[in-house]
């Protein structure tokens, strides 16, 4: 082995070293909480965007097999969010979605949907957990014991892992929406009040995805 690959793998050892050390601090509540078998990270997005629904996610992630590189969905490049993805579905316990639309969410306001997503997220999951790990929120009307957690994405691996595959989903869908609902740059946007979507949004009026209480400011 001559000197270049020597140094290759040298520093590709350390950036393995210290991603591992990365991970191994943000199990710091699986780690306080390892008593209990099934610990489940949730954690939503799109709470903001004017157009598709709210999306939660759940998951169980095995404690003797880490995933590397988890971290917060929105500090990650989609291919890297997408690799990820596949991984965590491969490699976890149990996986929960939830979604609420946008017409549920004019009708019971967006903390609240959120809050539906969610527990439609715990339901979906094939087994129980025995303790949440929430991004930031308490969930009314479950029985789980829960731990909220601020910045939880970027604290809890098992929270930002409920970050990536709640995002990935929620992203595929509204570029899927994109190609029936054309005019609103959804796929590039994802819902959220970019230019190209509010110019959309004056020149054809709310689509059925709109959230009608969002943009009443627009139309």
Do not use: W
């Given at each position: 082995?001559?000197?270049?690959?020597?140094?290759?793998?040298?520093?590709?050892?350390?950036?393995?070293e210290?991603?591992?050390?990365?991970?191994?601090?943000m199990?710091?509540?699986?780690?306080?909480?390892?008593?209990?078998?099934?610990?489940?990270?949730?954690?939503?997005?799109?709470?903001?965007?004017?157009?598709?629904?709210?999306?939660?996610?759940?998951?169980?992630?095995?404690?003797?097999?880490?995933?590397?590189?988890?971290?917060?969905s929105?500090?990650?490049?989609?291919?890297?969010?997408?690799?990820?993805?596949?991984?965590?579905?491969?490699?976890?316990?149990?996986?929960?979605?939830?979604?609420?639309?946008?017409?549920?969410?004019?009708?019971?306001?967006?903390?609240?949907?959120?809050?539906?997503?969610?527990?439609?997220?715990?339901?979906?999951?094939?087994?129980?957990?025995?303790?949440?790990?929430?991004?930031?929120?308490?969930?009314?009307?479950?029985?789980?014991?829960?731990?909220?957690?601020i910045?939880?994405?970027?604290?809890s691996?098992?929270?930002?892992?409920?970050?990536?595959?709640?995002?990935?989903?929620?992203?595929?869908?509204?570029?899927?929406?994109?190609?029936v609902?054309?005019?609103?740059?959804f796929?590039?946007?994802?819902?959220?009040?970019?230019?190209?979507?509010?110019?959309?949004?004056?020149e054809?009026?709310?689509?059925?995805?709109?959230?009608?209480?969002?943009?009443?400011?627009?139309?």
């Open positions: 082995m001559n000197k270049r690959e020597e140094e290759r793998l040298r520093k590709q050892k350390e950036k393995l210290k991603e591992m050390a990365r991970i191994e601090a199990c710091v509540y699986e780690k306080e909480y390892d008593m209990c078998q099934y610990i489940c990270g949730i954690d939503e997005v799109g709470r903001g965007p004017l157009a598709g629904p709210v999306v939660a996610g759940a998951v169980i992630l095995p404690k003797d097999n880490p995933i590397l590189y988890l971290n917060d929105k500090k990650l490049s989609e291919k890297k969010r997408e690799a990820l993805y596949d991984e965590i579905m491969e490699k976890a316990i149990a996986t929960g979605i939830g979604m609420v639309s946008p017409a549920r969410i004019d009708e019971i306001n967006i903390l609240q949907a959120t809050y539906e997503a969610m527990r439609q997220a715990i339901a979906n999951l094939k087994v129980r957990p025995d303790i949440l790990l929430n991004d930031a929120v308490t969930i009314p009307e479950v029985d789980i014991p829960q731990v909220p957690i910045k939880g994405d970027a604290k691996v098992s929270i930002a892992a409920a970050s990536i595959i709640a995002k990935v989903t929620r992203d595929r869908m509204m570029a899927e929406y994109d190609q609902i054309p005019g609103y740059d796929a590039s946007n994802k819902g959220y009040g970019t230019k190209a979507h509010i110019a959309g949004l004056k054809l009026g709310p689509s059925p995805i709109h959230r009608r209480t969002f943009i009443r400011n627009f139309i």
